[in-house]
T-cell receptor, first 115, second 110 residues
Framework: KAGVTQTPRYLIKTRGQQVTLSCSPI?????VSWYQQTPGQGLQFLFEYFSETQRNKGNFPGRFSGRQFSNSRSEMNVSTLELGDSALYLC??????????????FGPGTRLTVL | TQLLEQSPQFLSIQEGENLTVYCNSSSVFSSLQWYRQEPGEGPVLLVTVVTGGEVKKLKRLTFQFGDARKDSSLHITAAQPGDTGLYLC??????????FGTGTRLQVTL
């Protein structure tokens, strides 16, 4: 069973640009969550999509957005990039159940550098 | 806001030593997961604990969930260089959202 895949793995952008990251979940998983990881703040939750709808949202500005397609693949977009957006962006997929444990499995991440 | 504090933040030990990592919160979690992350990769799920007081063993790793489901510990026996990595605890709280701990960076040397 293939794991979670993320593309691209590395990305360099300049301030003010926008970027789109992609995530393909494990087959059969309907939930995709996005996280930002930085040395200073650790792993922080951005948002979760389930059946093409945003189900949960973290405390990030509106420049960070996402969407999910009917095949459960997800994209996240960051507009008007700032230096502080440099981070490892991680995507995690899960079955998406709300009763009991819903284990999340992570992709390798996209390393974004903003110059 | 639910916060998870891990201690210690950094740990450098020699092969064969034992160690314990702690994950503490003032909030109750419905379940707690432990992950290990290696440089340049995403976190890999090690274990999920659900019941207060639960103990799970995975070879040389022992995980415990506190009775009140507010804290957890990870104990590694006879550490090996392959155990090196960033260990993260993560709790499932409200709205099934995962809250990650601050992380413990472990270095095991020969």
């Amino acid at each position: 069973k293939a794991g979670v895949t993320q593309t691209p793995r590395y990305l360099i952008k300049t301030r003010g640009q926008q970027v789109t990251l992609s995530c393909s979940p494990i087959s059969g998983h309907r939930s995709v969550s996005w996280y930002q990881q930085t040395p200073g703040q650790g792993l922080q939750f951005l948002f979760e999509y389930f059946s093409e709808t945003q189900r949960n949202k973290g405390n990030f500005p509106g420049r960070f957005s996402g969407r999910q397609f009917s095949n459960s693949r997800s994209e996240m977009n960051v507009s008007t990039l700032e230096l502080g957006d440099s981070a490892l962006y991680l995507c995690a997929s899960s079955l998406g159940g709300t009763s009991g444990v819903d284990e999340q499995f992570f992709g390798p991440g996209t390393r974004l550098t903003v110059l | 806001t639910q916060l998870l504090e891990q201690s210690p933040q950094f740990l450098s030990i020699q092969e064969g030593e034992n160690l314990t990592v702690y994950c503490n919160s003032s909030s109750v979690f419905s379940s707690l997961q432990w992950y290990r992350q290696e440089p340049g990769e995403g976190p890999v799920l090690l274990v999920t604990v659900v019941t207060g007081g639960e103990v799970k063993k995975l070879k040389r790793l022992t995980f415990q969930f506190g009775d009140a489901r507010k804290d957890s510990s990870l104990h590694i026996t006879a550490a090996q260089p392959g155990d090196t990595g960033l260990y993260l605890c993560a709790g499932t709280g409200t709205a099934s959202k995962l809250t990650f701990g601050t992380g413990t960076r472990l270095q095991v040397t020969l």
